[in-house]
């Protein structure tokens, strides 16, 4: 039976991030990527370094996302754990 006072029966992990499907944590990171290169290019005084960056930041996502068909638990978690990490870093600086 569920007893919702073990903190092994949380669903809550103990760094904090909600748990989500990995490929929306995937996801998300891509769309924040996909907003900060849209604010670029719509910058009067667009930073082409900075584009490229965030442009390959942004492919590398869409590579991973494809790796997690693939993956076994492992990976899964590791990739998932990095973005979830990467997520909370990047809403923590803006776009």
Do not use: F, N
Not at 71 to 95: F, M, N, Q, V
């Amino acid at each position: 039976m569920h007893d919702p006072a073990s903190p092994s029966s949380s669903s809550e992990p103990a760094d904090g991030v909600s748990p989500q499907a990995p490929a929306d944590v995937v996801e998300e990171v891509m769309a924040w990527y996909s907003r900060a290169i849209l604010a670029e290019r719509r910058a009067p005084h667009s930073d082409p370094e900075r584009l490229e960056h965030l442009l390959a930041r942004r492919q590398e996502c869409v590579r991973d996302r494809a790796r997690l068909e693939e993956a076994d638990a492992e990976e899964t978690a590791r990739i998932t754990a990095s973005y979830a990490a990467r997520l909370k870093e990047l809403e923590a600086t803006g776009p």
